[in-house]
């Protein structure tokens, strides 16, 4: 019963110390800054704006549920656990209630890494607010495996620009018979990369073969003799993916 009171403390503790801010929502983090902003808004109005003193409570609802919620689950977890009994199921209620009340304790722990290097001469970043609230909007707007995969997503578009500059097209203006080495070379080599090291990641994908298409492949004339000159490449570091290459020179500009 004591640990479930202490339990019971650090939430509602946790509750009040940690006031979340949205990047979008200013009007909000200036009510939250102004606890008495709705009943001056009360005084100044005396006819009673409800719909006003409404939007306040939303916007308190939409920042606080997170932690009622896991006020809620801990609450609920602990009494259950306090009225069966049993260290099997205790330990399997800790267990679930933690994995459901993490994502609220990561703010506080990021807090607490952040405070316990501030004193050792490190002063705060300019943009400390303003990338916590980012932190904020993305948990919001996508679940932790829609991060990675966005992310994943981002980091291969990042890869074709690096992989075809537009310096490419400059030197096929000027150089025909070098670009052409350089362009196969740069292809194949990105063909292996999405065949082996993203074959997680769909190649066929519409911004993928199109960022392939804008970069390079529109450029080309006659891409059916490009890709027989990839494909029938010798060297031994270059491993063309005859599906990836196909698809990217030939099926990509039809669609165009």
Same mark, same amino acid.
């Given at each position: 019963?004591?640990?479930?009171?202490?339990?019971?403390?650090?939430i509602?503790?946790?509750?009040?110390?940690?006031?979340?801010?949205?990047?979008?929502?200013?009007?909000?983090?200036?009510?939250?800054?102004? @606890?008495?902003?709705?009943?001056?808004? #009360?005084?100044?109005?005396?006819?009673?704006?409800?719909?006003?003193?409404?939007?306040?409570?939303?916007?308190?609802?939409?920042?606080?549920?997170?932690?009622?919620?896991t006020?809620?689950?801990?609450?609920?977890?602990?009494?259950?656990?306090?009225?069966?009994?049993?260290?099997?199921? #205790?330990?399997?209620?800790?267990?679930a209630?933690?994995?459901?009340? #993490?994502p609220?304790l990561?703010?506080?722990?990021?807090?607490?890494?952040h405070?316990?290097?501030y @004193?050792?001469?490190?002063?705060?970043?300019?943009?400390?607010?303003?990338?916590?609230?980012?932190?904020?909007?993305?948990?919001?707007?996508?679940?932790?495996?829609?991060q990675?995969?966005?992310?994943?997503?981002?980091?291969a578009? $990042?890869?074709? $620009?690096?992989?075809? @500059?537009?310096?490419?097209?400059?030197?096929?203006?000027?150089?025909?018979?070098?670009?052409?080495?350089l362009?196969?070379?740069?292809?194949?080599?990105?063909?292996?990369?999405?065949?082996?090291?993203?074959?997680?990641?769909?190649?066929?994908?519409?911004?993928?073969?199109?960022?392939?298409?804008?970069?390079?492949?529109?450029?080309?004339?006659?891409?059916?003799?490009?890709? $027989?000159?990839?494909?029938?490449?010798?060297?031994?570091?270059?491993?063309?993916?005859?599906?990836?290459?196909?698809?990217?020179?030939?099926?990509?500009?039809?669609? $165009?």
């Amino acid at each position: 019963m004591i640990s479930f009171k202490i339990s019971l403390f650090l939430i509602i503790a946790t509750f009040f110390m940690c006031q979340i801010s949205f990047a979008q929502d200013p009007e909000c983090e200036k009510f939250l800054d102004a @606890p008495g902003k709705v009943s001056q808004v #009360s005084i100044q109005n005396p006819t009673g704006d409800s719909s006003s003193q409404g939007l306040h409570l939303k916007h308190f609802w939409d920042q606080k549920r997170g932690y009622v919620i896991t006020l809620a689950t801990w609450s609920g977890g602990m009494f259950l656990a306090s009225q069966l009994g049993g260290d099997t199921l #205790s330990f399997l209620l800790g267990c679930a209630v933690a994995i459901l009340g #993490s994502p609220i304790l990561e703010q506080v722990t990021s807090r607490f890494r952040h405070l316990a290097f501030y @004193p050792h001469g490190n002063t705060p970043g300019q943009m400390e607010s303003a990338f916590g609230k980012q932190w904020l909007q993305t948990q919001g707007t996508f679940s932790l495996n829609a991060q990675m995969s966005r992310n994943l997503h981002i980091e291969a578009l $990042q890869l074709i $620009q690096n992989y075809l @500059p537009p310096g490419l097209i400059v030197l096929l203006q000027e150089n025909p018979e070098l670009a052409q080495k350089l362009i196969s070379d740069k292809l194949i080599e990105l063909s292996q990369i999405f065949g082996e090291h993203l074959e997680d990641l769909p190649y066929d994908h519409p911004q993928i073969s199109r960022a392939v298409f804008n970069a390079i492949v529109q450029h080309l004339e006659d891409r059916e003799s490009w890709l $027989q000159h990839m494909l029938q490449t010798e060297e031994p570091h270059l491993k063309p993916n005859k599906k990836i290459l196909t698809f990217w020179l030939l099926q990509v500009g039809l669609t $165009q």
